[in-house]
């Protein structure tokens, strides 16, 4: 009797061994190592960020901590403090808070940088610096424009830049994710105005007159139509430069693509409704080869591995613990949210939009082809100039049968050739899936990789339809799998 209880736990165990396995299909462990840094204020974060990175400092670079509005001539100086291998303290506009004085003090620093001009740090605290005895440099110019030319400037003369991040002068978030990106290939951040009611910009003057002076033959545009128009990559391929595009039209599916082609040993998650902390964090971020992500209450991202170790910055004000948690007691990426599933419905509403938008810029519309039919085209960029590139783009949201349909949608105007030349019908250009807003009615999850979803799409008058999703789990990854509008 007593070996047959024996017999009988032993077979017990094994059962629950196995079920727990069959349960975990994803077999992605969770986070282990998740560690906040975080301080009372702003400032003291990034005290917590330096004491954490660095045990000492000949140079300390210094950014305006105060107001986002402030983030351009501060994140043009990330790639700066990598290049010197040190941290980014923040100061007010006024006086430099004794906690920042101290860690200076502590790393034993001797070249301070100063981001900005007096308007942003004022004179005072930079003479200051000087009667202690430190040797200061002012980065600055007339406006944030040109202080990120300079900042190139300075980066340029100790290590030649061979890059270029292009990003939007208007919204700091898109800066704060590339910017530790940039950091890592020596490249110089350098800003864009915002597009007309139409998307149509130009590439700044002082931006472009750099980007000759420096000589440089590659540049990353950070962001889709509605954050870098595609004017402005058309005129910078057409300065001779071969230009990359990190898609997104959301901070959250700009960071998502540069995950997918920067695979990071970790994850550094900062708050997206200020630039402070996601700034003083971003070298030590670039250091650790972490791919940053911003976030607001909820975690918008599918993370294919939730093992890797993860950085919060700020206080619990700022980045939830619950965030925290979420990933440290996550069972792989399997597990999505409704938020997560929003964005992923999102960005692969905006991939087919990305395609479409990228054939509608001046550069494009100033080489119009007639064919003898009396049909108008435009060429279409080279990122799109096959269907394997747009499949392959395509396909990081949808699933094969998906995003094959969505290829057959494209046929009325995409795929053409004229004389040996892809190009695009003219006036390709729809609705725009941020004209509706869309609301989540109910989700079903019908199985272990099944799971339905419907929202009501409301324009400016009311309930516009009904939109219909199914999302599939295919190579680890939750795709959409069909869509349906009613």
Same mark, same amino acid.
């Given at each position: 009797m007593k070996n047959f209880k024996l017999a009988f736990t032993v077979f017990l165990a094994c059962m629950?061994?196995?079920?727990?396995?069959?349960?975990?299909?994803?077999?992605?462990?969770?986070?282990?190592?998740?560690?906040?840094?975080?301080?009372?204020?702003?400032?003291?974060?990034?005290?917590k960020i330096a004491d954490y990175g660095w045990k000492s400092s000949k140079n300390?670079? /210094?950014? &305006?901590?105060?107001?986002?509005?402030?983030?351009?001539?501060?994140?043009?100086?990330?790639?700066?403090?990598?290049?010197?291998?040190?941290?980014?303290?923040?100061?007010?506009?006024?006086?430099?808070?004794?906690?920042?004085?101290n860690e200076i003090k502590k790393l034993?620093?001797?070249? /301070?940088? *100063?981001?900005?001009?007096?308007?942003?740090?004022?004179?005072?605290?930079?003479?200051?610096?000087?009667?202690?005895?430190y040797n200061v440099t002012r980065i600055?110019?007339?406006?944030?424009?040109?202080?990120?030319?300079?900042?190139?400037? *300075?980066?340029?003369?100790?290590?030649?830049?061979?890059?270029?991040?292009?990003?939007?002068?208007?919204?700091?978030?898109?800066?704060?994710?590339?910017?530790?990106?940039?950091?890592?290939?020596?490249?110089? *951040?350098?800003?864009?105005?915002?597009?007309?009611?139409?998307?149509?910009?130009?590439?700044?003057?002082?931006?472009?007159?750099?980007? $000759?002076? $420096?000589?440089?033959?590659?540049?990353?545009?950070?962001?889709? #139509?509605?954050?870098?128009? #595609?004017?402005?990559?058309?005129?910078?391929?057409?300065?001779g430069l071969n230009c990359l595009t990190i898609h997104g039209t959301t901070p959250q599916s700009v960071a998502s693509g540069f995950m997918d082609t920067n695979k990071g040993s970790g994850i550094s998650i900062s708050s997206d409704s200020f630039f402070a902390d996601a700034l003083s964090s971003s070298v030590l971020t670039a250091r650790h080869n972490y791919n940053p992500l911003l976030v607001n209450t909820k975690l918008r991202y599918t993370l294919d591995d939730v093992s890797k170790p993860v950085l919060l910055f700020g206080g619990t004000g700022v980045v939830s613990d619950s965030l925290g948690n979420y990933i440290k007691d996550s069972a792989g990426a399997h597990d999505i949210s409704n938020?997560?599933? #929003?964005?992923?419905?999102?960005?692969?509403?905006?991939? $087919?939009?990305?395609?479409? #938008?990228?054939?509608?810029?001046?550069?494009? $519309?100033?080489?119009?082809?007639?064919? &003898?039919?009396g049909t108008k085209y435009v060429p279409t960029p080279d990122q799109y100039s096959s269907y394997n590139k747009v499949e392959n783009f395509l396909s990081k949201y949808g699933t094969d049968d998906y995003v094959a349909d969505e290829l057959d949608s494209l046929g009325d105007f995409y795929g053409y050739t004229f004389n040996g030349n892809p190009v695009s019908v003219l006036g390709n250009v729809g609705i725009n899936f941020y004209d509706f807003r869309n609301v989540l009615v109910t989700r079903e999850d019908v199985d272990y990789t099944t799971i339905q979803a419907v929202y009501n799409r409301y324009d400016s008058s009311g309930i516009y339809e009904k939109m219909y999703v199914t999302l599939k789990f295919q190579s680890n990854k939750w795709k959409i799998s069909n869509l349906i509008y009613k």
């Open positions: 629950m061994v196995l079920l727990c396995g069959f349960f975990n299909k994803s077999g992605v462990e969770a986070a282990q190592n998740v560690i906040r840094l975080g301080g009372t204020d702003r400032f003291d974060t990034s005290v300390v670079v /210094i950014a &305006d901590g105060q107001g986002n509005d402030a983030f351009a001539d501060a994140v043009a100086g990330t790639s700066l403090a990598y290049y010197l291998s040190c941290p980014i303290l923040l100061t007010n506009i006024v006086t430099t808070p004794d906690i920042v004085k034993g620093a001797e070249n /301070i940088y *100063i981001m900005g001009g007096t308007g942003v740090i004022s004179a005072s605290q930079e003479n200051s610096f000087r009667s202690e005895g600055a110019g007339t406006d944030r424009f040109d202080t990120a030319c300079r900042a190139a400037d *300075i980066l340029n003369s100790k290590s030649k830049i061979s890059k270029v991040y292009i990003v939007p002068s208007d919204k700091f978030q898109y800066a704060l994710i590339a910017a530790p990106y940039a950091a890592r290939e020596g490249a110089a *951040i350098l800003f864009t105005g915002p597009g007309d009611e139409n998307m149509r910009a130009d590439v700044n003057g002082k931006t472009r007159s750099e980007i $000759l002076k $420096l000589g440089v033959k590659n540049a990353v545009v950070v962001g889709s #139509y509605n954050v870098v128009s #595609y004017d402005v990559e058309a005129q910078l391929e057409n300065m938020d997560e599933i #929003y964005q992923l419905l999102s960005d692969s509403r905006a991939s $087919l939009e990305d395609v479409m #938008y990228s054939a509608d810029n001046k550069e494009q $519309l100033e080489n119009i082809i007639t064919s &003898d039919d």
